[in-house]
């Protein structure tokens, strides 16, 4: 009981921050001394594990390279070292607070997206002020995100009343709805395809075979169709409001897809690699030659580029290319790898459904959108390292399970065979 209450007073501590070296969270406060315990306290990483401080020390020590290459101001790259240093200290500290137990990471989790939703209603982390209820962007970043997360608890609440369990199902695709209500596309495609793993994993408990999984993944496409025709139709007939209405029709004309239109900053991030592969361009690497290019890019498509850019960073809003930007290919194998393990976690979850697969979906579809289209953020320091902590837990564990099941299979077939001629001879004598 102690450990779960430091465990959720750690999470909700995320809402504060301080300054001391650049911004620092309560929740990093409150587990860095932890991580130096665990540091000595817990026996060398195996597997997976390892594979992740391998992957991080290599991404730091080419932070390091970088940074000294580029000449980098102390600023800058003091703040991108402590977000690799924070993101390996703070899931030492989860090695020693959650060991092998999901319950406790999923619990973790899901006070973490309660704790964004007060950051969002408070105005913290957010420069313009503005709060959840006030913005769509902000809804998408903080409350809703708290509540999607919340309503994919539902069908693990009602699995052990079966006459509850279509409420359960129901009660996602509800959060999608209000979500699209929102304007907050992303988490409406997120939250509604994640409803569609639950609805298949609630109150089984037997793994799906090839089969049912190949007729999940159509009904997640047919579905993930689906929610981007409702939002075109929703936001082209002004029903969503004329602010969704307007970026709607901005963002689909010219010869650009939404999904572009929704994240210029491939324009440069991607040019900006392609000249720094290696090493890259420095923590908060600065230059305007690329800022200029995005510029050209959206005005070749047909968007208005008058105002004048305020900063020139090169624009990334990617956990994947702006550790490669930055950093060169070190950091863009860190997130590959942990793409692979996402992947990996869902398709486990999918395989071995459980009570709360609904929630490990909705989170691991949201890592993935957030490794390509969303920056690495202060928050992210904490939740990056619970999330790849939970991938990594649930890929053990489905690649646990299906080894075990791989093994008493020929056990069982050996009995079956032992006592098939047995009986053919019980027959004869008979």
Known sequence: MTMRVFIIISALAIVFEVDLVGKITGAELMLFP?????????????????????????????????????????????RGWAKIIFMISNFTALRLLIGKSKSRLLLFILVL????????????????????????????MGLGQSVSAIAMMAPAVTAAW????????????????????????NLTGITALAGVFSAFSAGRRRPLGIGEILAVCATVAVAGFLVL???AYAASEGLLGWAAKD???????????????????TYA???????????????????????????????????????????????????????WVEHGVMGG?????????????????????EPSSGFVAFVAISFLWDIFFSPFGLDRRTTVPAWIYLMLLVGENSGAKIASTRRRRPKALAARQSRGPATAVNVRER
């Open 333 to 353: 194998l860190f997130w590959m790898w942990v793409v692979y393990i996402t992947g990996k976690a869902l398709l486990g979850a999918l395989r071995n459904p």
């Open 162 to 185: 079966p006459a509850l369990r279509p409420v359960g199902i129901i009660v996602p695709f509800a959060a999608a709805g209000a979500a699209l209500a929102m304007n907050a596309r």
């Open 34 to 78: 932890v991580a130096i315990i665990a540091a000595f306290k817990l026996p060398r990483p195996t597997g997976s594990f390892a594979t992740f401080y391998k992957l991080s020390f290599l991404w730091l020590c080419a932070a390091f390279a970088s940074d000294l290459l580029n000449h980098s101001a102390p600023s800058d790259y003091l």
């Open 247 to 265: 970026k709607y029709l901005a963002q689909s004309r010219g010869n650009q897809t939404i999904l572009l239109a929704g994240r210029p900053e």
């Open 229 to 231: 025709q409702v939002y």
């Open 113 to 140: 997206f309660i704790s964004g939703a007060i950051r969002a209603v408070t105005g913290h982390g957010d420069d313009s002020g503005e709060t959840a209820l006030e913005d769509a962007t902000t809804w998408k």
């Open 269 to 323: 991030s991607v040019p900006a690699i392609i000249d720094a592969p290696l090493l890259g361009h420095g923590s908060w690497a600065r230059d305007m030659k690329y800022v200029e290019l995005e510029q050209a890019a959206l005005a070749a498509a047909g968007e208005d580029t008058e105002k004048i850019p305020e900063f020139d960073l090169i624009p990334t809003h990617s956990h994947l290319f702006g550790a």
